[in-house]
């Protein structure tokens, strides 16, 4: 069997790792190997997901925890050469945009280990993100680029990749949700937190861009508690987040106010708290394609977005702090129904894998 390398370092990408190691795991060609940066190392932000979505133990654990961009870069690749050379894989398979991406890309591309990146081809177009320069740099190394739709197809063609590359494969972070909906649907969140199904917003920022400046954090708190007034709140906060509110003294503000702060969630858990909301408030990438997929008004408080498809075919709008009174109430204010792109339908998987098969 040929063995293929999974690289997980951040909860987006074991979300993106799961069913990709299970369908590959059940081919009875492959053999997965499941190797974790340590990039994230809050419990509930990367060990609980193992649980939750049936993944084994890493093979590999490289325990980098944070630093700069160069040095988590330094380290995984660092580590991860030890263990490409030592049990050279026939296929490395990169996911999703952060530092471990492209580090891990770039030891498979030095070593010529046929390097696959999953969620390819997306673009926000702004440079001063530090994920669309890892995107970037590691879909022109990559040797086979997965592309979750066709807008993802179109960036990597203008920036003159080769049709031979690009397989649109779907948005895998979908069929994890189905591997355990019918768990996520019985957790029923929404009571542990305190709050009626369909009428609370989930809140989630991280994004340096919103919680990092002290009067950006601060105009970001006031929006939250004026919001509170008109529809219960309920934020799962990063640590991230949680080390700069506490560091300005706001947690109280938020908590006076009736929003309803909550550590991290494990990803069935919080799923179930997306599930029964009648709307999202984010800063993140995936959540804007999870509540596309299931017809739930998204106010992404960016000035951009690299899944553009989550607007022009969902339900999410780009938002900034002085729209996003407005945005929410129009937001609430409408019904939707599912509008899923092509290949957003918890297959995606096993077109991963018969991608493999083909390029032998």
Known sequence: ???????????????KVAPL?????????????LIHTGQHYDPNLSDAIFADLSLPQPDFHLGVGSGSHATQTDNVMIGYEKIAIEHRPDWLVVVGDVNSTLACALVGAKLRVPTVHLEAGLRSGDRDMPEEINRLATDVIADVLWTPSPDADANLLAEGIPGTRITRVGNIMLDSFEMVRPEVEAAAEWEAQG???GT???????????????????????????????????FPVHPRTAARLAQSGMVARLAQAGVRLAEPLPYKRFMSLVLGSRIVITDSGGIQEETTYLGIPCCTLRNNTE?????????????????????????TGQQYQPRRPEYWDGQTAARCVADLRARG
Request: hydrophobic content about 45%.
């Open 195 to 197: 709050v009626q199904r």
């Open 1 to 15: 069997m040929k063995t293929v390398h999974l690289i997980a370092a951040a909860r987006p990408n074991f979300m």
């Open 21 to 33: 190691w299970h369908a590959l795991r059940a081919s009875g060609e492959f053999e997965p190997r």
């Open 307 to 331: 899944r553009p498809i989550t607007i022009s075919q969902g339900t999410n709008r780009l938002v900034t702090l002085a729209t996003l009174d407005r945005a929410v109430d129009e937001a």
């Open 200 to 234: 609370y917003g989930v809140v989630t920022l991280h994004r340096p861009s919103n919680v990092d400046g002290a009067d950006r954090l601060e105009a970001l708190v006031a929006a939250l508690i004026g919001l509170q007034r008109r529809i219960p709140l309920v």
